[in-house]
């Protein structure tokens, strides 16, 4: 459905996309995952046609992008959330959208609907939140029903709600048979959506496959009123552990585990909880530390 092949993007003799290759299969989600200034959004905009490539192709259905007579029915693009008009309500924007795609009205509270913005279509975009301005992309992006939706830092912004609702919006229309491809330069903002992870670093993907190979092993953050005693437990039971506070350590082991070895130590747990999976760890552990 989508092929990048080779891609390549040099700048100021500095290749900021270094022979960039993937596909993406309908019923799927992909993050296209790096940290800032990878080469994410130029990757994303040669896919759309909007910055041209130095060589390699990207085509969607079989065909450049900008090829199709009408784009905007082969995929649905969300570059710059930022760029509307901000004196506009959201309920206008979209309607001129649609009107420019020769869609009925009817159309636009449907995509106001699916995002959760019905209720705030009539209030004007400068008084949208970074949140709300990309669920409004969002929308803009459904407005044909593409088979292909493309995302930049879609979850960006977005408070727990809208991660939430954009979630169930794109796993349900990946299970129609839908192709989305999204970036993010947080893991945990695509953990719980996307099937598969391309990983990108200065300009190349590091790492390819399924989420959960992306998983390192889980670590738990336990604070205790007494760690002598705590860290004297978790060192007979043979778990690596690091002090992260003066109450607090981080152990290689899972959330049971370790509640279960404070309870028998029976010390005081002043907070438990998983430890998030750091994106520059993981950069480097996929990149054997090279940078
Ligand atoms: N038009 C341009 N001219 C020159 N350099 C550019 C241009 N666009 C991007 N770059 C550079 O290319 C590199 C990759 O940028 P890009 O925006 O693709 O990264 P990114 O992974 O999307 O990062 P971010 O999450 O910060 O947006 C950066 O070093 C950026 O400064």
């Known amino acids: 459905m989508l092929h990048v092949q080779e891609l390549v993007k040099v700048y100021s003799q500095r290749r900021v996309v270094d022979t960039v ?18 080469g994410k959004s130029t990757t994303l905009r040669m896919i759309c046609g909007l910055t041209t490539p130095t060589s390699g192709t990207a085509t969607i259905a079989g065909r450049r992008f900008g090829e199709w007579p009408n784009p905007a029915h082969v995929a649905g ?17 979209l309607l001129n959208a649609a009107k420019l795609m020769r869609l009925p009205a009817a159309r636009v ?52 709600d809208g991660i939430r609702s954009t979630r169930q919006l794109l796993r349900g229309y990946a ?29 190349r993907v590091v790492a390819d496959g399924p989420l959960e190979s ?3 092993p889980a670590r738990t953050l336990i604070r205790t009123a007494d760690l002598p005693r705590l860290t004297s437990a978790l060192h007979n039971a043979r778990l690596e552990l ?15 585990q370790v509640s279960d070895l404070a309870f028998a130590a029976r010390v005081q747990v ?22």
């Open 214 to 216: 992306f998983a390192g």
């Open 175 to 203: 299970q129609r048979g839908g192709t989305v491809l999204l970036s993010s330069h947080v893991l945990s903002e695509v953990d719980q959506t996307a099937d598969r992870v391309v990983m990108i670093g200065q300009g």
């Open 21 to 38: 290759s993937f596909s993406l299969r309908p019923g799927t989600v992909t993050a296209f995952l790096g940290p800032n200034g990878a």
């Open 109 to 160: 509270d449907q995509v106001l609907g699916q995002v959760g913005l019905s209720d705030a279509a009539n209030r004007r975009i400068g008084k949208y939140s970074l949140g709300m301005r990309q669920r409004l992309g969002i929308a803009q992006a459904l407005l044909c029903d593409p088979p292909v939706l493309i995302l930049d830092e879609p979850i960006n912004g977005l408070d727990p």
């Open 77 to 93: 693009v969300l570059l710059d959330a930022s760029a509307v008009h901000p004196g506009r309500t959201g309920r206008h924007h």
């Open 270 to 291: 002043l907070e438990l909880r998983e430890e998030q999976q750091n994106l520059e760890e993981l950069f480097f552990r996929l990149t054997g530390g090279a940078r």
């Open 242 to 256: 690091r002090q992260t506070s003066a109450d607090g350590v981080s152990v290689a082991a899972p959330m049971k």
